[in-house]
């Protein structure tokens, strides 16, 4: 069959590609055969066809991307398409933290926080300040105002005026700094000029509940990343009046630049009052940047399916996202498959009528008592009457690895060394991209292929797994502590390696009664938690009976014990007990709000000549945490 020549291929777009189809085509017609398409104008002519034709087929792809929300590349194409979803973007968030502040003062029978105050605090040597953004105001108690639990955010204080003019049909209210934390927008409309009466508007985003009287403002991202607000018509939502002044309070923030801020202090005297005390109830947290495409793009259709409803696990995910945007993962559970227990923490004690939220936050903090709050109650409006959601702190489960590893030097150029620190990269990488996540399960059998895989050389390895977890005791109190695994612990059969210590191991404490000795604790194989002390590297045992461990369900139950001081963990002072066991299987399961993590401080990586296909003598490398060593070291879990 004769091919027509003639023919342009339209479907490519790539410049070298059009510019190609061009030549062909012009070679083919009659007009143009003695023509030299490389050496001549003609050249510079083809350029210019062909970079406008390509120019034209990107611009033409690039519409048809933005047309649709999961192609789309550019910011405001994704805030349009979100929006068409009824979902709003989340702004830039402030740092918050709560204090409570007291004014010394005898004769002022109230005192007033006005909005806008500021109070001073810094991170890592760098300033910032906090403001409140409503007036607090509190009656004298004899010589002092208390004021209990202010919020305050990070950022400046901002108030901008508007004066409506509905001959204007272009008018906008737009906020004008892209870095509003759009929680803290405060929205009131005065009657005019000349009266200062104002009323409050509040936001809304659902108009079924919006009258033609109705004081409400909605929000839109626009250009930018600024935000814009508009008001009703007179038939939904209340409309505004020629004269009217719009006035728009926020805070323009720094978003996450002052989280873990603790300390603050007034930057001038509060209501006349200079004798000012400050003291803080929750340290700053939340801060965080504006939504990204990323998250937008993946939280809109999740909301549109929502319908303005928690009913299921996804409908809280989403939801959650909405309001804490700094959370990295979260865990929601109904009270059908567990509880939470205010001394003991989750349980598997079913609690209908509830369900569970458990937050992973960006930070590496757990949500403040006030976010909390402020959470449950922004979930109140959208769950479903008798359900009420409860937010519970995720528990870490830290996996201790350690990693013996053989390598046949004939195949490599790598030393021990190099080889120890390859694996311990591979390590770090599992753990950051399988793990620490609810959900996240540690599977044995794709570790050790992992590092296998590390490096061509490396025959074979034999990893070991101990499990970790922390508690926190209340000290100079005897009070009992409740430590779950939630996985089976290794126990072959009654009184297993009781003598020496049982499964369990823990970090040091002292109990009150005894202030030189040491203490740790052990099991004796039986399912009793022991107390014991070193005497000339001798256990000596104090309590026999000072709990429980259960080897099936990995509960552990401590006895009220009176502990007054903790040791060192890791070489670095600790607040906490680390309590570590063998696992019984080598797979470990995460349940409800649990997390599992690696402890890349005391994993250890050994790598040893494989002699049997060399033939020669071994020679051995470890590497502790993410340090390399010529020389075999082992992290000690407990101090015995």
Known sequence: MAIDDKRLIVSDFDFDDVKSNLKLFLEAQTEFTDYDFEGSGMSVLLDILAYNTHYLGFNMNMLANEMFLDSSS??????????????EVASVRAAKAEVDVTLFDSVKSTGTIPAGTVFNASVDSTNFQFVTITDYTESNTGSQISFANVPIYEGTFVTTRITVDKTDVEQRFVIPDNRVDTNTLIVKVQNSASDTTSTSYTKTTDISQV???????????????????????????????????VIMSYVVTNSAAANTASIFSNSAAIDTVIDVTVSTVSPASGGAAAETIASIKFNA?????????????????????????????????????????????????PEYGKVFISIKSTTGNNLTDSEKTTLVNNLASFTVASITPVIVDPETLFLILDVNAQFNSSLTTETPNSIASLVNTTLINFNNDDLQQFNSVFRHSKVVSLIDNTDKSITSNVTKITMGKFFTPTLSNSIGYTVNFNNAFFHPHEGHNGANGGVLASTGFKVSGDTVNEQFFDDDGNGNLRIF????GVRTYIDNTAGTINYGTGEIKINPVNIISISDVDGSSSEQ???????????????????????????????????????????STTTAGNSVSGVSSSSTISSY
């Open 74 to 87: 550019l910011r405001s194409s994704v805030v349009s398409h979100a929006k068409t979803l009824g979902y």
């Open 211 to 245: 009258s033609s009287t109705s004081a409400n403002y909605f929000i839109q991202e626009v250009e930018n990343g600024k935000h814009e607000i508009y008001f009703g018509d007179g038939v939904v939502g209340k409309a505004l009046s020629t004269g009217n002044i």
């Open 301 to 349: 259709p999740l909301d549109y399916a929502a319908q303005s409803r928690c009913v299921t696990a996804e409908d809280y995910k989403t939801f959650v996202k909405r309001f804490y945007p700094n959370t990295q993962a979260v865990s929601i559970f109904g009270g059908e498959n567990g509880s939470f227990d205010g001394t003991v923490g989750v349980v598997s004690t």
């Open 533 to 536: 002390y070193l005497l000339a």
């Open 577 to 619: 007990i680390r309590i570590t066991v063998t696992p019984d299987s080598q797979d470990i399961i995460p349940v409800r709000n649990q997390i599992i993590e690696l402890d890349l401080v005391n994993t250890t990586v050994s790598v040893l000549q494989d002699t049997i296909s060399t033939s020669s003598s071994g020679t």
